[in-house]
């Protein structure tokens, strides 16, 4: 798949920022985030009311009140909020969006983005790409800096730049806050550092796939794992289902019989949003990097069929992620004491790698009509991580999981029996394609 990019053009704010909102500090949460970048990339049939102008007008009205996202990033201590707007590309895609949806490559689909390797975005916040398929599909690629944003307030952006697109006097419109830093101060650190990846993990190679669970096979997990956790209430959930599922099968697939022996060496992680933990909650529209991790070691016990008894593990490890656990972020502690796993380890057991999962199911992701219909797909790009599970929702009652994973582990766990009986590698092409019809 050929992607060439036929303009490039910088999107400002439609009015300029105030001096007084020029400087946005970044709280301490952000303090302790990577320095990296989120791909989406939303996929839209073709439709004779495509307005490329639009999309550029909406996108500059909607800066106005996201001022931050035309800014850049300076000394990771400050948005400098000074309306250099945002880089825009539009790009031609050189087939059909059909071929793309049948067989996702996700070496292909990073091609979508307006930096396909994302450290190339350097100090900025944002940056978009919209690219144009022989069939008039519409591919909306962006990259958002994750030292800055987590989930909400990215998905909050798009859904409001698509009403302004869609309506331009649309009172839909909810723009945010960005006071973080105010009920998390900046702090001085000068012992700690913020765990990235290394020049020698970045040259690692590790691979993205996408696998798809059809509402039938999510209610057979959740029955399965149900009927193995009687003593859970509520039942484990489609995430919680999902989760188990894919990290038994992988130390099954990947260690064979060491399975226990190799599974107690990992630190499984799920990401949790803090802004409904936090007392009082928080609102969606609350910007900045409001998402920490609940982190357990795997005891291995059961049976793969119960998933290693690791949903009862992380269940008792997110209630850990309480008011206390956001108080003692507000307070400066980086590490609070639901982070710590005393107790957890043997001395003579040693700590090997994490296995991370994370969900945007619950975000309103399939809302971004910019005036010509919803989109019949979103996902994301592959990322520099090995071990990471993104389980994102779909139009219809299924779900996706994007693994990155090193080649090899993820080649034996796509040849799993059991994987492969509830899971399909593909979407049904001809229902996406007429899903917005």
């Not at 035309?70 to 948005?79: H, Q």
């Not at 690629?141 to 302004?164: E, Q």
């Not at 798809?212 to 794992?225: D, E, G, T």
Request: contains cysteine; charged residues 25%.
């Amino acid at each position: 798949m050929e992607v060439v990019v036929i303009s490039r053009d910088t999107i400002k704010p439609f009015l300029p920022t105030p001096l007084h909102l020029r400087h946005v500090k970044l709280s301490f949460l952000d303090q302790l985030s990577q320095k990296i970048f989120s791909p989406f990339i939303y996929f839209y049939t073709s439709d004779s009311s495509f307005n490329f102008a639009r999309l550029k007008k909406s996108l500059s009205e909607i800066l106005t009140g996201f001022y931050p996202f035309a800014g850049r990033l300076k000394d990771d201590f400050f948005v400098d909020c000074n309306d250099n707007g945002v880089d825009f590309f539009q790009a031609q895609v050189n087939c059909k969006l059909s071929r793309l949806i049948e067989r996702p490559d996700y070496v292909e689909i990073k091609k979508l983005l307006p930096y396909p390797e994302m450290d190339d975005c350097g100090d900025k916040l944002l940056a978009i790409q919209v690219n144009i398929f022989e069939c008039n599909g519409i591919a909306i690629g962006l990259c958002f800096a994750r030292k800055v944003f987590d989930g909400s307030p990215m998905f909050t952006f798009v859904n409001n730049w698509a009403a302004k697109a869609r309506d331009p006097d649309s009172n839909l419109i909810l723009y945010p806050k960005f006071d973080l830093a105010k009920l998390f101060p900046p702090r001085d650190m000068p012992g700690y550092k913020v765990v990235s990846l290394t020049a020698e993990e970045k040259k690692k190679v590790y691979i993205a796939k996408g696998f798809v669970f059809s509402a039938n096979a999510l209610a057979a997990l959740k029955a399965m794992y149900a009927a193995n956790h009687s003593h859970l209430h509520p039942p484990p959930s489609r995430v919680e289902s999902v989760s188990a599922f894919i990290w038994s099968r992988f130390m099954v697939a990947t260690q064979g019989d060491k399975a226990r022996q190799v599974g107690k060496s990992y630190r499984v992680v799920q990401a949790v949003n803090l802004r409904p933990r936090a007392n009082p909650p928080l609102p969606e529209t609350c910007v900045g990097n409001l998402s920490r991790f609940a982190m357990t070691v795997p005891s291995m016990e059961g049976t793969a069929e119960d998933g290693f008894g690791l949903i009862t593990q992380m269940r008792e490890a997110i209630k850990m992620i309480d008011g206390d656990y956001v108080k003692e972020l507000q307070e400066g502690n980086p590490n609070p004491k639901a982070n710590h796993l005393d107790g957890k380890i043997k001395k003579a057991e040693k700590i090997g790698s994490f296995f991370t999962f994370t969900s945007v199911s619950k975000y309103p992701i399939y809302e971004a009509d910019f005036g010509f219909g919803n989109p019949i797909w979103v996902t994301m790009g592959a990322q520099p991580v090995g071990n990471l599970v993104i389980l994102m929702p779909t139009r219809s009652d299924d779900m996706q999981a994007l693994i990155n994973m090193k080649r090899d582990e993820l080649a034996k766990l796509e040849a799993d029996r059991v994987f492969q009986a509830f899971v399909s590698p593909t979407f049904d092409a001809k229902v996406l394609l007429h899903s917005s019809l």
